[in-house]
């Protein structure tokens, strides 16, 4: 049976809380009252959800008793996790009596003589005696001697100077601390940070935690009797459903039963940084100032309490509907009545100037009453966040760059959740719209110089003039136009390097380790995203990437020595490092800053960027000497160093392999530089073509396991992997190869599954098993149509053009067992895969190069 309707609602909520405070009273609320109290054994069912609710992310468990700290470890069992609170608040550790001072002992000593002799006063007087005080209990009294008990203490020992008195059910305690249930409660919360406490209690003496509460704290109140909670419920049975019905719904909260699915996101992007919005309206991610720095809202990834920006009518009702306006990153959440449009400002060519600025522009229009909600975080919360009011709006203050939000006509209320400010406001709509403007790298609140409604329609221009010329394929163009939109989004302008994704640890497995961060440039990805972009007419993102890739080149030691990924700046990563403070996305910890395969080996790095050169060149694009040194230099890494082993495309944390991607890929660094020897310096390059040849032969020999019947994933492995069907897709193995055909037969045996196909499936030393990877299943549409296999291809890109979330947005894998999106959101590679389908499905060449 689940508790009445409006506390139903309130657990609900709290249930959902960044972090959770539970703490309760024990006699009278975990335990029935009973005639001895050293009897009193709590209910089971509320230890076993309050141990439940101890064991999970961000939510804290204490157990806050008049009862001495001993006499509570007795009768709970010391439960791990949970906290034991004694004597209304003043022992927290054992041993506490020892601590105190000399005085109070003597007063405690007197206390104790007097109430000796009041218990005389008759049969049924029991003492407890407690580090810091006595209490009298008279629950087996006779109503005379009860009412003589209490008198003679009132009179006697409760009124010597020093001596806090307490009246509870059927017991009077006399202290010589002054404490109280309140204020250890609210020592608690400080102590763990919680923005949301729900404590219950029977007692009078928990009234002094029940007037602590506010905001979205629930109190409840055991039984009858006059209370400051705002919630009731009947007996300890209530108490232990209302405890298990919390554990059920936190519980599901944190493996993601609650959690809006990854693909449904939406972006902004003003090349600078990155903002997901959810379907409700929520900003619920940006980092800043760059798309690799640290994030100023996080709730996606540790809840309302990491940090959000959240719009939403006062009486909503369903869900509103969310889209884009046109070609471009200007974002409509619509409820009907109210709607909400949020765009990134990239107006006076911003997003491409070194030392600029983020503003994140939402307009509210409509009619109605709206509530706004601004928390952010610093540094993933990791830093107290305090606002203030000020002429226009709020500051952050103490941030390590200045940050306001422009809100004019905004009553605000700051409130304090743990360690950090939220600003809550409510508006009416009644004369316009209302227009919030969140800037980052500045503190001024004055208006912008130029008006808001030419600045929404230059931002408006830079992305739909982008889009207008691009050369879209016949199949599924508007698609394929947002996933261009989406890759160009991707670009980080002041240097040109383009992120492999949007976020960090959205998980590979819900619940799971495999998080990684993806905020950084691969060069690979990088190149591959810049190439599909190539391929529909648009050049600018190749160049501007190569002009960021001879910077790195130019900074390493040897360009044999590239790494796989640099910061969007063209730096080296630093160690990679977990955000204790964040929960992650459904529960899935640890969330990561970094990445340690920046210090690996992979030497595919090579190939897609000696291929996006080429494609550069059959494109006529103004390349230059430079570029062609950097050709030069890529043919002789691969020549230095393709005989040995590296860690490969999937960035596997073990031993170094032969990896047959890797020696493709080597083979197509030597094939294309070949050619660009050719079509571009005018000269030819034997010894390349000798390179290329020798490659192709060692993996036509070691890579082609005549056991299985296919090539495997690394010389002498019997496993098969999704990166080989490149062997086919680069040209190394013709499209009428039988070998080709065999190895995606095998492919298609082992990994494909519920329309989507996974990288492997070997034992890769991590627990728990990913999805399905959205750029394998689009290498194998196009092997299908390389060995061709055509109606087999278009059924299976049917299934994966339905991947795109409501706004047209990929993640980087996907669970059929849910149907539901994984990994980090939007994926380069998943937008580039479909782009590269989808003009093969038209009749553009399969393997392109």
């Not at 923005?195 to 209690?201: A, H, I, P, S």
């Not at 499936?761 to 999805?771: H, R, V, Y």
Request: negative net charge; hydrophobic residues 40%.
């Amino acid at each position: 049976m689940s508790p009445r309707p409006e506390l139903e609602r309130r657990i609900e909520a709290a249930a959902r809380a960044g972090t959770l405070l539970v703490a309760s009273d024990y006699d009278g609320t975990l335990s029935a009252i009973v005639e001895n109290p050293a009897e009193a054994a709590p209910v089971r069912e509320s230890m076993v959800a309050l141990r439940a609710l101890a064991s999970m992310p961000h939510t804290h468990v204490a157990i806050i008793s008049g009862r001495s700290l001993a006499d509570l470890a007795r009768l709970t069992g010391e439960p791990d996790g949970i906290l034991l609170v004694g004597s209304h608040g003043s022992e927290f550790e054992p041993g506490f009596a020892r601590s105190l001072p000399e005085e109070s002992r003597r007063l405690r000593a007197r206390v104790a003589s007097e109430l000796e002799k009041i218990a005389e006063v008759g049969p049924g007087l029991e003492l407890e005696h407690k580090p810091a005080g006595v209490a009298l209990h008279y629950r087996r009294a006779s109503r005379e001697n009860a009412a003589r008990a209490r008198e003679l203490v009132e009179g006697g020992p409760g009124a010597l100077a020093g001596v806090s008195v307490k009246h509870g059910k059927e017991v009077v305690e006399l202290s010589v601390v002054e404490t109280s249930k309140g204020a250890a409660l609210g020592a608690i919360r400080q102590r763990v940070g919680a923005g949301v406490v729900l404590f219950v209690g029977d007692d009078v003496t928990d009234e002094d935690a029940f007037v602590t509460l506010g905001g979205p704290d629930i109190g409840i109140k055991v039984g009858p009797g006059e209370t400051a909670a705002r919630l009731r419920i009947d007996d300890v049975d209530a108490v232990a459903r209302t405890l298990a019905r919390l554990a059920e719904l936190r519980g599901a909260w944190a493996r993601g039963a609650e959690a809006t699915p990854i693909e449904d996101h939406a972006l902004l992007s003003d090349q600078r940084t990155i903002g997901l919005i959810s379907p409700g309206g929520r900003l619920v991610w940006m980092c800043l100032p760059r798309i690799d720095s640290s994030a100023v809202f996080a709730e996606l990834l540790g809840g309302p309490g990491a940090g959000h920006f959240s719009i939403e009518p006062v009486d909503a009702k369903g869900e509103p509907s969310q889209s884009y306006l046109g070609d471009t990153f200007h974002l409509c959440t619509d409820w009907g009545g109210i709607k909400v449009v949020d765009y990134l400002d990239c107006s006076g060519g911003r997003s491409i100037q070194r030392a600029g600025r983020t503003d994140l522009v939402r307009t509210i229009e409509g009619r109605g009453r709206v509530r706004i909600e601004f928390a952010p975080r610093l540094d993933f919360g990791r830093v107290p966040t305090r606002l203030a009011h000020k002429d226009g709006g709020l500051i952050i203050d103490d941030s390590f760059d200045p940050a306001v939000l422009r809100s004019p006509g905004v009553e605000w209320t700051i409130v304090r959740e743990g360690d950090h400010d939220t600003a809550r406001g409510e508006v009416t709509l009644d004369d316009g719209p209302v227009r919030l403007v969140f800037r980052y790298g500045t503190g001024a609140l004055s208006p912008a110089v130029v008006e808001e409604r030419v600045r929404s329609e230059q931002t408006a221009a830079m992305w739909s003039s982008w889009a207008a010329p691009l050369r879209l394929p016949s199949v599924r163009p508007e698609l394929v136009k947002r996933s261009a939109l989406a890759l160009k989004a991707l670009c980080y302008g002041p240097s040109g390097a383009i992120a492999a994704a949007a976020t960090t640890s959205l998980p590979e497995c819900v619940g799971g380790v495999r998080n990684w961060d993806y905020r950084y440039c691969w060069p690979r990805d990088a190149a591959m995203a810049a190439m599909a972009l190539v391929r529909l007419g648009s050049l600018s993102e190749g160049m501007a990437l190569l002009d960021w890739l001879l910077g790195v080149v130019e900074r390493e030691p040897s360009p044999d020595r590239l790494a796989p990924l640099y910061t969007v700046t063209g730096s080296h990563l630093g160690a990679e490092a977990e955000i204790s403070e964040l929960s992650g996305y459904a529960g899935s910890r640890p969330v990561r800053v970094g990445n340690a395969a920046s210090r690996q080996l992979q030497l595919d790095v090579f190939g897609p960027v000696v291929e996006l050169i080429h494609e550069l060149v059959v494109w006529g694009a103004p390349l230059s000497a430079e570029h062609w040194r950097l050709v030069q230099a890529m043919v002789e890494a691969v020549r230095a160093r393709w005989r040995e082993p590296d860690h490969g495309i999937w960035e596997i944390r073990a031993e170094k392999r032969h990896h047959v991607h890797s020696k493709v890929m080597c083979w197509q660094t030597a094939k294309l530089g070949a050619r660009i020897a050719e079509q571009f310096a005018g000269v030819e390059r034997p010894e390349w073509a000798a390179l290329r040849d020798e490659i192709a032969a060692d993996v036509l020999e070691h890579g082609w396991d005549p056991e299985h019947g296919a090539f495997t994933g690394y010389y002498g492995g019997a496993e098969p992997d999704a990166a080989v069907l490149q062997v086919g897709l680069c040209g190394l193995v013709p499209g009428d190869d039988p070998r080709l055909s065999a190895t995606v037969e095998a492919v298609e045996k082992s990994l494909l599954c519920g329309g989507t196909v996974w990288r492997y499936k070997t034992d890769d030393g991590l627990p728990g098993s990913e999805g399905g990877f959205n750029l394998c299943t689009s290498w194998l549409i196009r092997s299908y149509l390389l060995v061709g296999r055509r109606a087999d291809a278009e059924a299976l890109f049917e299934k994966y053009a339905t991947l795109a979330g409501k706004t047209g947005l990929i993640p980087e894998e996907f669970d059929p067992a849910t149907g539901r999106g994984l990994g980090n959101h939007p994926q380069a590679y998943s937008h580039l895969g479909l782009i590269q389908c989808a003009r093969a499905l038209s009749g553009g060449s399969v393997h392109e190069a």
